[in-house]
């Protein structure tokens, strides 16, 4: 013991020797270490004990064992327990050197590792707090906007009904341009309300009939513009596992949305179909209408972030959004490919059912 101090001491390691395990663990107490270097065999505590006992005092400790060549099985136990590498006795400096500076490096790179992951956990902490934050914000918000919308409608509805006979129609049309700027801030209310309650609403999934629910849902929209010719094609659709609520509101949107894009086809073609992938089931909608540009793919599922203009298409700018957090909640993903004039397509991942 006394020998391999010197020895260690001389390649600039500070070093601390003791013949006995109590006095080894007392040190530690007292102060901290960074390897422990400890025969296998010794009297009053084996190896092992000593090292689940300094591991106790110090988790961060590095160990290493040092055993004769009949006991390597012993020594496997030992690095079992946590003891880093070992060492052969009668070992060679040569040996025994690369072997510590090995264990001290790992040690570093475990502790750099650990505050790593402390600082990511608080981060993700604090952007957890600043999401509920902001959701709240976003709701309160909204429920307070809620109440003027519905009055200044409702103020200009009377208004158009009651009075519309006595006035000028240039009033008449100043009139028209106010309840639709008004029906369009009702419908950007309600959509922030529902993207906001999105992350407050816990989720009841349960198995999915998905071509039961997309059939329910065209004929929910269809039923709005009986006068139009659509060609609709589905494919087989397997079942998933999620929130039959949402899924119902994620087809909802990217349907409306293919039948608005749409609207000025001559001959309009919705493609709905899945195919499975890696133990999940990707979906995907597909249109004919008018496309996007993948330049701006990145805008896609950002809220208020429209491709078209509100003169050629309506819409809020917050469906694509709602969309987007309903797939993310279910741990699935959501993207879409396109090319103006050409068409879109929407692909999204769900937990296949089994």
């Known amino acids: 013991m006394r020998a391999l101090c010197e020895t260690l001491g ?23 270490f960074d390897l422990l270097l400890t025969d296998l065999m010794m009297p009053e505590m084996d190896g092992i004990t000593l090292l689940q006992a300094a591991h106790q005092i110090d988790p961060d400790l590095v160990a290493i064992i040092m055993t004769g060549e009949g006991t390597i099985i012993s020594a496997v136990d030992a690095m079992k327990s946590g003891a880093l590498d070992y060492i052969l006795k009668p070992f060679k400096l ?19 590792n650990a505050i790593l992951e402390a600082r990511e956990r608080e981060h993700m902490l604090e952007l957890e707090a600043a999401l509920k934050d902001l959701e709240a914000f976003s709701y309160s918000v909204s429920h307070d906007l809620h109440a003027p919308v519905r009055i200044a409608g409702s103020y200009l509805t009377m208004l158009s009904e009651d009075f519309s006979e006595q ?15 008004i029906d369009h801030m009702r419908q950007l209310v309600d959509d922030l309300l529902r993207l906001a309650r999105l992350g407050r609403q816990p989720l009841a999934k349960r ?35 999620g929130d039959v609520g949402l899924l119902r509101q994620v087809y909802f949107n990217l349907l409306s949305n293919a039948l608005k894009f749409t609207r000025d086809r001559q001959a309009p073609l919705i493609q709905i179909g899945a195919r499975p992938e890696d133990g999940q089931s990707v979906y995907f909608v597909r249109d004919n209408g008018a496309g996007f540009d993948m330049r ?3 805008k896609l599922f950002a809220a208020f972030q429209r491709l078209h203009s509100s003169a050629e298409f ?28 050409r068409g879109a397509t929407f692909y999204f991942t769900l937990p296949a059912a089994t």
């Open 207 to 241: 198995r999915v009939n998905m071509e039961a629910l997309v059939q329910e849902v065209l004929a929910e929209l269809l039923a709005t513009a009986p006068e139009r010719e659509i060609a609709i094609e589905t494919d087989e659709l397997p079942a998933c596992v």
């Open 94 to 112: 040569s040996v025994v050197l690369p072997v510590l500076e090995r264990a001290l490096g790992i040690r570093d790179l475990r502790i750099k």
């Open 314 to 341: 309506e819409g809020s700018g917050i469906g694509l959004s709602i969309t987007h957090k309903i797939i993310e909640r279910h741990g699935g993903r959501i993207w879409g490919e396109g090319e103006p004039d």
């Open 10 to 32: 001389d390649h600039h390691y500070e070093v601390e020797g003791y013949s006995a395990a109590g006095s080894a663990l007392a040190a530690l107490r007292e102060r901290r």
């Open 167 to 181: 006035l000028p129609a240039e009033a008449s049309r100043f009139l028209n341009v106010a309840q639709r700027s």
């Open 296 to 298: 701006y793919e990145a």
